[in-house]
């Protein structure tokens, strides 16, 4: 990824506005290394956010939408990031493990 997962986590931990929200999640959706889920939950989220950006106030309740779609992306980015955190793990075990029985 352009960042790594928990680089997009801290980031995303932050936001306090859908501005912050939907620049989060272009960066999320324009890195080649995000993964189709990442991609498909940050594409949703620009086009709601997309909708009102520019209008002086939203209803409260789509606002109240686009925060917990932007609670899934946060999920779904930790659950990334522990799948990558396995994957390093893995590959780091297999490595020791060749040195030391070569």
Same mark, same amino acid.
């Given at each position: 990824?352009? %960042?790594?997962?928990?680089?997009?986590?801290?980031?995303?931990?932050?936001?306090?506005?859908? +501005?912050?929200?939907?620049?989060?999640?272009?960066?999320?959706?324009?890195?080649?290394?995000?993964?189709? %889920?990442?991609?498909?939950?940050?594409?949703?989220?620009?086009?709601?956010?997309? %909708?009102?950006?520019?209008?002086?106030?939203?209803?409260?309740?789509?606002?109240?939408?686009?925060?917990?779609?932007?609670?899934?992306?946060?999920?779904?980015? %930790?659950?990334?990031?522990? +799948?990558?955190?396995?994957?390093?793990?893995?590959?780091?075990?297999?490595?020791?493990?060749?040195?030391?029985?070569?």
């Amino acid at each position: 990824m352009g %960042q790594s997962y928990s680089a997009y986590l801290k980031t995303a931990l932050t936001a306090k506005s859908v +501005r912050q929200i939907y620049a989060i999640a272009i960066a999320i959706y324009e890195d080649p290394s995000s993964s189709t %889920q990442l991609k498909s939950a940050s594409a949703n989220l620009i086009k709601k956010v997309e %909708q009102i950006i520019d209008l002086p106030i939203a209803r409260a309740a789509f606002v109240a939408s686009i925060w917990r779609d932007f609670r899934r992306l946060q999920s779904t980015l %930790q659950i990334e990031e522990t +799948r990558s955190n396995a994957v390093s793990a893995r590959k780091l075990e297999n490595c020791t493990h060749y040195f030391q029985s070569n």
